[in-house]
């Protein structure tokens, strides 16, 4: 940098210098600010990481570098009992709303907890919170965006109700989180899902461009793999098929994946989308787009 100030001659020069600093400036601050903010989500609470992690999941699914984050996400979470667990009681809390017997529902929720080891938890949800730090960076102002309404309140109340049983010494404080937890549930509204929708087609619209679009734009590796075999092949059905087979392939293991994580719910709408690719039949029209579909379908399940 002394040698391009020595090197300056005129105030033109002078100016376009100043800005160049000037740039590199706001670029270093914004660098900053960003990751001061992934520092901050990286610290939060296991229920909030986990709640900024599905809100920007969709988006990750649309990088390769972000489908790496989701699988070890996914991972880590299935490798610490203790932060199943607390995954399962959150989920369990989701599909609960007003219209069922809560005070029943509490009663089950918490007889039927295993204990988390207070330790276990805590490493668990660091190792979370930096893959959740890694996702913000890599997406920006994207993730900055989608970021849900963090509730500390109700999030201390679950990690209270994981790591104690109800006994006469914590009888107050754990009152005071069953009653957080009955006005989580009696607010709580139905959420959609991508998987519940009943259309394949719309579905995989949802989820992907459509393959005009990204021809115009950008492939990715498997796209144009695809679209140099689609124009050197004399068997466009059986390509296909071939594409439609991995697609299912990967669908089952990502039922396996719910499955080991107790998620029925997923898992069973899983299926539906399988047994609807499945019924997906070979259209000479629309095979680009079929395919493209497939393909995009086939990588979100990795």
């Known amino acids: 940098m002394e040698n391009k100030i020595n090197s300056i001659k005129t105030v033109a020069e002078l100016e376009t210098f100043r800005k160049e600093i000037n740039e590199a400036c706001d670029t270093r601050l914004k660098f900053l600010k960003k990751s001061d903010a992934a520092v901050n ?3 939060k609470n296991f229920g909030y990481i986990k709640e900024c992690f599905e809100h920007i999941s969709p988006s990750l699914f649309n990088l390769k570098e972000g489908r790496a984050l989701i699988n070890k996400y ?3 979470l299935k490798s610490n009992k203790s932060l199943e667990t607390s995954h399962r009681i959150y989920e369990s809390i989701r599909k609960a709303n007003k219209n069922c017997d809560i005070d029943f529902f509490l009663n089950g929720l918490t007889e039927s907890i295993t204990t988390v080891n207070h330790n276990d938890f ?6 979370l919170g930096m893959i959740l730090a890694e996702g913000y960076m890599l997406l920006d102002d994207e993730a900055r965006k989608n970021l849900p309404t963090d509730e500390t309140k109700y999030y201390n109340a679950v990690e209270f109700i994981a790591e104690n049983k109800k006994t006469s010494k914590n009888l107050s ?4 989180a069953i009653k957080i937890l009955r006005e989580k549930i009696e607010n709580n509204v139905d959420e959609k899902n991508v998987f519940e929708n009943k ?6 619209t949802d989820k ?7 021809y115009i734009e950008k492939l990715d590796e498997s ?3 695809m679209v140099k075999e689609l124009s050197e092949s004399t068997n466009h059905e059986e390509l296909f098929n071939k594409y439609k087979n991995i697609c299912m392939e990967k669908l089952l293991e990502a039922k396996k994946n719910f499955q080991s994580l107790s998620d029925v719910e997923s898992a069973n709408k899983i299926t539906n989308i399988y047994e609807q690719i499945t019924n997906k039949e070979y259209k000479k029209d629309t095979i680009n787009t079929d395919i493209c579909n497939f393909i995009k379908m086939s990588n979100i399940c990795e």
């Open 122 to 127: 805590v490493r668990g949800t660091k190792e």
């Open 223 to 225: 796209e144009i793999a």
């Open 41 to 43: 989500l990286s610290n």
């Open 199 to 204: 259309d394949i087609d719309n579905l995989l």
């Open 74 to 76: 996914v991972n880590t």
């Open 208 to 214: 992907v461009r459509e393959f005009n679009e990204k």
């Open 173 to 176: 404080t754990y009152s005071m």
